[in-house]
């Protein structure tokens, strides 16, 4: 099969299977979820889950969730009926510490501490601290467990707690990893469920697609199904394929260089960050000392993408970084963030006009639409736009005290 036949046959199939999802969505909106409209970051899930978890919950189902879930940790035996009560960002008092547990469970004689790692790095010996928490509280009377929650199950990293301690708590059945992908396992079950009310029922599907989608990166429908049936119909359709596949670097490379190409600044304005090679989008208006807007992702190359302003020094965060901070914080408050680096920053999630705020442009491994205007030279435009729009915002202040 030649390479251009190839394409437009795959460019047919594609549209063939797009119209058919555009169809069952029409039919069954299979795409409408109700965590598209919120913020379910890291955060956001934590509260989710302990909400869950709570025999007092608004979700009025008593200790079912809990029951399952401690089925699913291997912790049957734990009384779910005698939890006392769910907490998130309980504060490590045993130790002494200003650390903070994602979720704590406390049962009458049992209790269980969740650390929620969808995306975020540890940081210097957190989950050591958070097991000698764990073992200050423990009793005869009273058994703990830690679980470290991440998308494929994985071990907390050295930096977290020494590899050799980590190994030992495992063995003593005092850890216990957990993936996202078990937990969506869990949530499935929970969806087949005819004694959970069908609303509910439906909060959680929507859940376990969220996470499917935006944590574990599974590109759901059935656009997908259809390419994957037409590929392996025949061993040369998959040979063209993975030949193709071995191009993906050169081609998000090359497309990377047409945005830093097309990237044109304002009159007065620094360019100090480019999408090639930095992995970003850097603009420093005239007026800002110590800062400049900024976009980049927030998990490896090419997903979570937030913008928002950005330090040149996190040691150094100026008084002029911190006006323009507040004041976005004041017209843009929906899903607004600080951190050391960042003392504003979002997550692009069509919180603006959709021409400035794409929520495609979150995931570029889930969407193509950021790959495609950058062909096209929109994407640079579509940046720019949006920080002149932020400093607008930004100026808007600088004038109201003059």
Known sequence: MTGNHWLNQMTEWLNEARRTHQNLNKKDAVEFNVFR???????GLSRILADLLDVRGVHGQQAHFLSTFLDLIG???WDATSCRFVECEQQTD??????????????????????????????PNQVLDYL??????RSVLNETLL??????????????????QCDAALQSGELVLLSYQRLVVWLEGLCKNDDIPYRLRVFLFDLQRFISVNVLNCREGKVVDVLLDKIFTDESTLDTTLSLLSLQNSIYQTLTKKATSALIAPAGWEVCRKLYPDYGIG????????????IEPAKGSYQDWSYGIKLDNASNATESALLAAQQLKIDFPTGAKASAWWPWWRSFNGYLSHDLDPIEYRDWLSSNRAWLEMNNGEFSRRCV????????SVSSRSCSNE
Do not use: M
């Open 94 to 123: 045993a130790l002494g510490t200003k650390r903070r547990i994602d979720i704590v469970v406390q049962g009458e004689r049992w209790t269980l501490g969740i650390e929620n790692k969808p995306s975020a790095a540890d940081q």
């Open 147 to 164: 679980i470290y929650l991440t998308p494929e199950g994985s071990k907390p990293t050295p930096f977290s707690i020494d590899e050799h």
């Open 132 to 137: 000698h928490e764990l073992r200050k509280r």
């Open 385 to 392: 736009d949006l920080f002149i729009r932020l400093h607008e």
């Open 37 to 43: 409209y919120i913020t379910a970051d890291e955060n």
């Open 283 to 294: 603009l420093r208006p005239p007026e800002a000392i110590g800062w400049h807007y900024c």
């Open 75 to 77: 912790k049957s035996l």
